[in-house]
């Protein structure tokens, strides 16, 4: 009767666990997308394009030499409505770093650019006066299996 039940146990587990093996996803996860969502103000877009090919894409352009961004764009709404952003940021990469390692890679820009982190919050403070910025979410690609 002992062989019987661990034997009705055993088979049970099996039977239990095959449907779940067979329904595993048809996707996988894949590398992770941020669209930055700016509205430029009028009278700024020609400013804040400066900054975009001086600064934030020559930034791009080193964290993909370095293996740390895949791909990314510029995009310019060519409608965008009443409080819409005109100017959306896309940036593709592999996976989200540790805490560690973004601390690491911030300090790596932030020596490229010759600033600390205290400039670069005044950088940034002064470029306000351009940009709205209007979230920036962050999305993970699906991919097929």
């Known amino acids: ?80 409505r009443d409080e819409e952003p005109n100017i959306v940021l896309i940036s593709r990469f592999k996976d989200m770093p540790s805490a560690a390692e973004a601390e690491r890679r911030t300090a790596i820009l932030d020596k490229r650019l010759g600033q600390d982190a205290h400039s670069a919050a005044r950088a940034s403070g002064a470029r306000n006066s351009m940009p709205k910025q209007m979230g920036s979410p962050l999305y993970r690609e699906m991919l097929k299996r």
């Open 1 to 80: 009767m002992r062989k019987f039940v661990i034997g009705a146990a055993a088979l049970a587990m099996l039977v239990g666990t095959g449907p779940a093996l067979a329904q595993q996803s048809t996707m996988k996860p894949g590398p992770m997308w941020t669209a930055a969502r700016i509205l430029v103000e009028d009278g700024q877009m020609q400013n804040y394009m400066d900054y975009l090919t001086k600064t934030w894409m020559a930034n791009q352009e080193y964290s993909k030499s370095q293996g740390w961004l895949l791909e990314y764009h510029v995009l310019q709404s060519t409608n965008p």
